[in-house]
């Protein structure tokens, strides 16, 4: 992918209405992709309540959280990842988030996926982790109001242990808790309490959780391992309790599971170690974790490895790292040369620019921003015709043959989803079929959203001071 600065940001009067409406139209992503029954505040119209009886089979409450893309199973892993990234945008940005205006809608989308991990968590060593499945949800093409495939729940325990599932989940509670600490102290006193408990239980009971959950395994694969996702959870739960056991365990096994040995080039819902890398760097700046200098600056080495294969790809990932630069007044060494704050933050700039139309399609990324974005998401929902427009049944087949091969756009427009993008020519197809280039997933768009809040804080403060040098 190549990437090119737009000056259009930077016209008077255009910037900060721009990046303020990227922002708000990411988080609607979130409510286009919610399962369960619909609140009156719901904002995405051609959606309505659906999978009301999940769980039910197997005994259990598992109606809500979110369908993870294109389709209706409900995958744990990256859910629980999306969370963690929401929680972990308003952890670093959340003033900037509400001089946007987006802060409660923001807390509505993480609440929403954390309601549903208490309800998943259904006793303190299991973990529900999916709900429906990935192959026969793929024979049909339906909206999520009408399913008929099989909703059956797959769970994780102390026989089937799925410590990466545990990990991450408890992760994303324990990001939530640090979010609601102020607002809803109670709720977070209760997010807190589930993170721990699914923190001893992927400790204790070790394993891959598509060992566990074998119907995972075409779809969500942990090809990381679980010791990233341990690792990850320790230390989001010492931000969250300031416990310096969680620290100790960040410390002693920083070598053994890989925190300071993997020098990574990638961060996902999958893969963590860069995430991780990147959070124990920033304890250096605190006093306090001096005694663990020596482990804490591995990590940080690797974390800057791959903060520099960032710049190499010119991916938006370095935003966090260039304001920790800011912060302890440092620069970075990357390819024989020093690298400064500001180059990152130019670098997540022009990503973002690319992302929203800066680029030789000329076409915007996030659906719904601009006067250019795929029509044709790979999308079963946004594709069919809205069930409160027309309530009448529609099966797998009729989808598929009535909706699916259509050459016309979408009737419904997914507004905020992040698809998947161009190839590394710029070219992108917008077929409903090429689900590689437009299907979006929410763990795409969740970090979007502190990246966004950020710029237009940034866009704000440029804009103030060409306005101040123009008056001269």
């Known amino acids: 992918m190549r990437f090119e600065t737009c000056n259009r940001f930077f016209y008077f009067g255009l910037i900060i209405p721009e990046i303020m409406e990227a922002l708000s139209k990411s988080l609607l992503y979130f409510e286009a992709q919610r399962s369960g029954r619909l609140p009156y505040s719901q904002r995405v119209p051609w959606r309505d309540h659906s999978g009301l009886t999940d769980g039910l089979e197997q005994g259990v409450d598992l109606v809500g959280g979110y369908y993870d893309a294109g389709d209706h199973v409900k995958?744990?892993?990256?859910?629980?990842?999306?969370?963690?990234?929401?929680?972990?945008?308003?952890?670093?940005?959340?003033?900037?988030?509400?001089?946007?205006?987006?802060?409660?809608?923001?807390?509505?989308?993480?609440?929403?996926?954390?309601?549903?991990?208490?309800?998943?968590h259904t006793s303190?060593?299991?973990?529900?982790?999916?709900?429906?499945?990935?192959?026969?949800?793929?024979?049909?093409?339906?909206?999520?109001?009408?399913?008929?495939?099989?909703r059956r729940a797959y769970k994780i325990d102390e026989s089937n242990p799925g410590s990466d599932l545990a990990g991450e989940t408890a992760a994303a509670m324990a990001a939530a808790?640090?979010?609601?600490?102020?607002?809803?102290?109670?709720?977070?006193?209760?997010?807190?309490?589930?993170?721990?408990?699914?923190?001893?239980?992927?400790d204790k009971y070790r394993g891959k959780?598509?060992?566990?959950?074998?119907?995972?395994?075409?779809?969500?694969?942990?090809?990381?391992?679980?010791?990233?996702?341990l690792l990850w959870a320790a230390l989001w739960l010492y931000k969250a309790t300031d416990t310096p056991t969680y620290l100790n365990y960040l410390i002693t096994k920083a070598h053994c599971f890989g925190g300071t040995g993997w020098a990574m080039t990638e961060f996902s819902w999958d893969v963590k170690y860069a995430g991780l890398q990147i959070m124990a760097a920033k304890l250096l700046m605190e006093v306090k974790h001096k005694e663990h200098k020596h482990t804490l600056d591995q990590y940080r080495s690797k974390a800057e490895h791959y903060i520099c294969s960032c710049l190499k790809q010119k991916q938006q990932h370095q935003q966090l790292y260039s304001d920790f630069l800011r912060s302890s007044k440092q620069k970075l060494s990357c390819h024989g040369g020093a690298v400064g704050p500001e180059e990152l933050l130019s670098l997540a700039k022009a990503q973002v620019d690319y992302i929203l139309g800066s680029n030789p399609m000329n076409m915007s990324y996030l659906v719904g921003y601009g006067s250019s974005y795929p029509t044709r998401v790979h999308h079963r929902g946004g594709s069919v015709i809205s069930y409160r427009e027309n309530k009448g049944f529609i099966g797998c087949t009729q989808g598929y043959d009535n909706w699916y091969n259509r050459d016309a756009p979408n009737p419904n427009v997914v507004v905020g989803a992040l698809v998947g993008g161009p190839d590394c020519q710029d070219n992108f197809s917008d077929e409903r079929g090429n689900f590689m280039q437009t299907e979006a997933c929410t763990y795409n768009t969740a970090p979007l959203v502190g990246v966004l809040a950020r710029l237009n804080q940034l866009y704000e403060q440029e804009n103030q001071s060409m306005h101040l040098i123009a008056s001269y």
């Not at 990234?85 to 954390?114: C, N, P």
């Open 75 to 120: 995958f744990g892993l990256p859910m629980a990842f999306t969370v963690t990234m929401l929680s972990w945008g308003v952890i670093e940005y959340g003033d900037q988030i509400t001089r946007a205006g987006e802060f409660e809608h923001t807390l509505e989308a993480i609440k929403w996926g954390t309601d549903y991990f208490i309800k998943a």
């Open 124 to 150: 303190p060593n299991v973990l529900w982790a999916e709900v429906g499945d990935g192959d026969t949800d793929h024979y049909c093409w339906q909206r999520p109001e009408d399913m008929t495939t099989s």
């Open 177 to 202: 808790s640090i979010v609601f600490r102020e607002t809803n102290p109670h709720y977070s006193h209760l997010l807190l309490h589930h993170a721990q408990q699914l923190f001893e239980f992927g």
């Open 209 to 229: 959780y598509d060992k566990s959950v074998g119907v995972v395994k075409n779809y969500y694969a942990s090809v990381s391992g679980y010791m990233d996702e």
